[in-house]
């Protein structure tokens, strides 16, 4: 069974950048590890649905962003470390969400969150104006 822990959530004023981490341990049911998988984050906000923040492929070679995003988030991956980040900067208060990690088994990432297999705890961000 796969874990995945985020952390770095936090609150901050607007224009400012946080980190969000999410470290994984275990192993899917197929026997593979973190490295092997392609992984996401989404987020939630208060009253609305859960929606895809950034996604990497398994090697990192390739990644996606959402368009109210995109320019400002960077997602990253180090397998060595068996950890994917967020770097968030120019945040917004529309960003204020919980935001979670998720991870998938095959290498291809995908958009939609019914694709992805583990998922994290959530960390709360908050956007002060």
Do not use: H
């Not at 899917?28 to 009253?47: I, K, L, N, V």
């Not at 649905?49 to 320019?71: L, M």
């Not at 991956?77 to 968030?88: H, I, P, S």
């Amino acid at each position: 069974q796969v874990q995945l822990v985020e952390s770095g959530g936090g609150l901050v004023q607007a224009g400012g950048s946080l980190r969000l981490s999410c470290a994984a341990s275990g192993r899917t049911s197929s026997g593979r590890t973190f490295s092997s998988g392609a992984m996401g984050w989404f987020r939630q906000a208060p009253g609305k649905e859960r929606e895809v923040v950034a996604a990497i492929n398994w090697s990192g070679s390739n990644t996606y962003y959402a368009d109210s995003v995109k320019g400002r988030f960077t997602i990253s991956r180090d397998n060595a470390k068996n950890t994917v980040y967020l770097q968030m900067g120019s945040l917004k208060p529309e960003d204020t969400a919980v935001y979670y990690c998720a991870a998938r088994s095959g290498t291809v990432y995908f958009t939609n969150q019914g694709s992805y297999d583990y998922w994290g705890q959530g960390t709360q961000v908050t956007v002060s104006s």
